[in-house]
Nanobody
Framework: QVQLVESGGGLVQAGGSLRLSCAAS????????INWYRQAPGKQRELVGG???????NYADSVKGRFTISRDNAKNTVYLQMNSLKPEDTGVYYC????????WGQGTQVTVSS
C-alpha cells in the first residue's frame, strides 16, 4: 500500500533552516509527482510546492526563493529544504502523491519562533 512518512520537523528560530524528508513506498516513485503541503493552526491546508517526475519544481509565492524541493529516486525520498524561515512558516508539513486519489503522510511539525 502507498505510504508516505515525513520527518525532519522541529523548533527553529526565525532566519534558520530545516530540511524535511518524505520517504515513500508502495508505488513507482520515480514516475510520480510529489507535493508538499502545510497547515497552520486554524487555517486550511495549502500547497507549498511540488516536484514532477522530470524534476520540474513549482512553489507557492510565499516560499519562492527560500524553499527548495528535490528528490532522490534511488532512495524513494523527496526533500524540502527550508531556509530563511519565518514565524508564518509554522505548521504541520505533509507530503502528498496523487495516484487515483490523494495519499498523505502523517505530517511533521515545524515551529518557527520569532
Amino acid at each position: 500500500q502507498v505510504q508516505l512518512v515525513e520527518s525532519g520537523g522541529g523548533l527553529v528560530q526565525a532566519g534558520g533552516s530545516l530540511r524535511l524528508s518524505c520517504a515513500a513506498s508502495g508505488f513507482i516513485f520515480s514516475i510520480n509527482n510529489i507535493n508538499w503541503y502545510r497547515q497552520a493552526p486554524g487555517k486550511q491546508r495549502e500547497l507549498v510546492g511540488g516536484i514532477t517526475s522530470v524534476w520540474r519544481t513549482n512553489y507557492a509565492d510565499s516560499v519562492k526563493g527560500r524553499f527548495t524541493i528535490s528528490r532522490d529516486n534511488a532512495k524513494n525520498t523527496v526533500y524540502l529544504q527550508m531556509n530563511s524561515l519565518k514565524p508564518e512558516d509554522t505548521g504541520v508539513y505533509y507530503c502528498n502523491v496523487r495516484i487515483g486519489h490523494d495519499y498523505w503522510g502523517q505530517g511533521t511539525q515545524v515551529t518557527v519562533s520569532s
